[in-house]
């Protein structure tokens, strides 16, 4: 399978993915836990079904140190027990953001609630941009139809 278009060898995709990988290296820098970030991104890329995304952020997660009970068990993190109270409103939090054509009236005021019993301010905001930069990348990945299942962690380093 190859991908609609090549969007590494498109000069306006390609300044465009510099800007997004840009703001993403903020989000890691944040304060807001790695671990956290990669679950938030997995389960979007999930419910968005980007192979891709899903691919990597499996991957890059593992590298990182997640446990595979974990990472198999975020597409149902409300049955699971293995996920913190923190993360499980993150994790919440990420599937209001990422449905929100779904729900008429967006995220509820329960979900931020609970998201920030947990998070500070700045770790909020990081959260709130991590699940918007990755529904922009699943969506250009899904768009193109971007092959899943080569992704090596770091080679976008």
Known sequence: MEARLNLHASPVAAKFAKHIV???RVLADSTLPLATQ??????ASQINGCGFCTDMHTK?????????????????WREATVFTDAER???EL????TR????????????WENAAKHYDEEQLAALVCTIALI????RGNVIVQ???GDYQPGQFA
């Open 100 to 111: 929100i054509a779904d729900a008429a009236g967006g995220v509820t005021d329960e979900a």
């Open 146 to 148: 971007q092959p899943a």
């Open 60 to 76: 890059d997660a593992a590298h990182a140190g997640e446990s595979s009970v974990r990472l198999n068990l975020v597409a149902a």
């Open 94 to 97: 990420t599937e209001q953001g």
């Open 135 to 138: 529904n922009a990348f699943n």
């Open 22 to 24: 840009a703001a993403g």
């Open 89 to 91: 409103a993150a994790l």
């Open 38 to 43: 990669e679950l938030v991104k997995l389960r």
